[in-house]
């Protein structure tokens, strides 16, 4: 399944072993099976049935399963180490660390609706947007992409009730299993939802209730999805930090592959789709965006044919999109613009803004919404739209210009990745000594689990992290450079004549947040 099958729902042609196989597959995401197939009535159609053989040559499957695999090239199969193996085999490790997760936040909800309405004295405020959100952007997704997926509590309890049981899988569900909206696949909602979540950032970040009823909220709607809807349905298309996590797990080192396609394509059960809770076939990932690492993959797998790879960073960049979806273009333009915003109510030194942002639903804050939206929804969008025909007009390309734009939107993913890094540094770094603080006194009740009786002091790291928050914002334009140089290579001679505009736009933004956090 090469490509991005979704636009033209094609008949598939691939060559295996001593012979071919065509399949059809019609998908409005690239990573989702849809119905709506030709030959199949659909009322009775199964989820797998929605990938239907349509003509089967010969193929010589004791020479395909009994061949050795080696390993793919530029990667280390972390699967296949003795000492990690069981660990990823066995759900009881995975699921120890979700139990302690959900544990965790469901305390975090407590402190948050009962502790004390100070959010700098209130465990729900430091640690989930200094000690997790840090974590998240510093660690999770750097060095493991969609890792914080896999041990996220959030889906939790719906997904036992789903399927019955804790340790139980297969692709019995309770529920309506039904399948989510066509209308409202992609990306879109995830970035509807993180532009919510920006609108009342101010209040959600320091406001303890809030953050408690947030969280609430949030569990409430994942466990009702997943009574309606088959799979993690909430994870995919609703989850803002899904949206976040899933784009720029495609800069992380760590993937989850298929080994060999051609033993998945003689294989007919397709146990690996059955055992997967986010709905995706394993050999059509064309990158990690969509892969939660659940791992549930390779615990299905009777033929070991899947891998946990260790991979260079940004490997699922560089290729040019053969669709012209623009979901995943909007929602990396969201991500810059909700950076930059947040920089600036956060970080600036610009007092009315703050109180603009913090003051819900009086005149100020409508502004601030407006202004917010338009950065997001027009001035990027605008401009990056602009920026990508003017380099098509200088290489007189014939590819459409939303094709473009889905191609060329790649290059704003490290640009977004370091900016948020560099973000969180400014943001964080003063207040990492509250963490020590709530932990001693969670509620605000003065309580003194860790004997401190005072304040910690708080260490000057301002000259420092300037400098860090300068050499990440660099690292992302330089490696949105190399990026784009890579998406243009043979169309044209001159590819820095070509990448003159993505560059012009990179260059501004990067220029705006150094200007934003370090003067």
Not at 36 to 49: A, D, I, N, S, W
Not at 56 to 77: A, E, F, S, Y
Not at 419 to 425: C, G, K
Not at 433 to 459: K, Q, T, Y
Request: charged residues 15%; hydrophobic residues 50%.
């Amino acid at each position: 399944m090469h490509g991005d099958l979704w636009k033209h729902a094609p008949i598939h042609e691939r060559k295996i072993g001593c012979g071919t196989e065509l399949f059809s597959m019609a998908c409005l995401h690239p990573y989702r099976i849809d119905t709506g197939r030709r030959g199949v009535e659909e009322p009775k159609m199964t989820r797998l049935q929605e990938i239907p053989w349509i003509r089967k040559d010969p193929i010589d499957l004791p020479t395909i399963r009994t061949r050795k695999v080696h390993g793919q090239p530029g990667r280390l199969n972390l699967y296949r180490l003795p000492w990690l193996r069981p660990l990823i085999s066995s759900r009881w490790p995975q699921l120890l660390i979700r139990i302690l997760a959900l544990s965790g936040f469901l305390f975090t909800i407590t402190a948050g609706l009962f502790g004390t309405l100070v959010g700098g004295h209130n465990f729900a405020i430091i640690f989930v947007w200094i000690a997790w959100w840090t974590a998240l952007k510093l660690a999770f997704i750097p060095l493991g992409g969609r890792s914080w997926c896999s041990i996220c509590p959030i889906p939790l309890p719906g997904e036992w009730l789903q399927r019955g049981g804790i340790l139980i899988t297969g692709k019995h569900r309770r529920g309506f299993n039904l399948h989510w909206p066509k209308q409202l696949r992609g990306s879109w909602m995830q970035s509807s939802s993180f532009l919510v979540l920006g609108m009342f950032s101010a209040l959600t970040l320091t406001d303890p209730h809030v953050t408690g009823w947030v969280l609430l909220g949030l569990f409430g709607l994942a466990t009702g999805l997943s009574l309606i809807f088959e799979k993690r349905a909430f994870c995919s298309y609703l989850c803002p930090i899904g949206g976040f996590s899933g784009m720029y797990a495609q800069t992380s080192p760590v993937e989850v592959r298929v080994i060999d396609k051609e033993i998945c394509a003689g294989h007919k059960v397709k146990s690996c789709y059955q055992a997967r809770p986010w709905g995706t076939y394993p050999v059509a990932l064309r990158d990690s965006s969509a892969c939660g690492l659940c791992m549930e993959c390779l615990r299905a797998c009777p033929e070991n044919n899947l891998a946990v790879n260790l991979r260079p960073f940004g490997t699922d960049l560089g290729n040019k999109r053969m669709s012209s979806r623009l979901d995943e273009a909007f929602l990396a333009l969201v991500m810059l613009g909700s950076v930059m915003a947040f920089t600036a109510i956060f970080t600036g030194p610009w007092g009315w803004l703050k109180t603009a942002a913090f003051e819900i639903g009086s005149k100020q804050w409508v502004f601030f919404v407006l202004g917010y939206l338009a950065i997001n929804l027009l001035i990027f969008p605008g401009f990056f739209t602009l920026f990508v025909w003017l380099g098509q007009k200088t290489k007189q390309s014939r590819i459409s210009l939303q094709q473009s734009i889905a191609t060329k939107s790649q290059v704003l993913i490290p640009l977004g990745l370091m900016a948020w890094i560099a973000f969180t540094i400014s943001f964080v770094l003063p207040k990492l000594s509250l963490i020590l603080e709530v932990v001693n006194d969670p509620f605000g009740w003065g309580w003194h689990l860790l004997g401190i009786h005072s304040a910690l002091p708080v260490v000057d790291v301002s000259a420092i992290s300037m400098i860090i928050q300068a050499a990440l914002l660099m690292v992302g334009f330089f490696w949105s450079a190399r990026l784009s140089q890579k998406l243009t290579i043979g169309e044209s001679k001159s590819l820095f004549r070509v990448n003159i505009p993505i560059l012009s736009f990179n260059l501004i933004f990067t220029a705006i947040m150094l200007w934003l956090l370090v003067g």
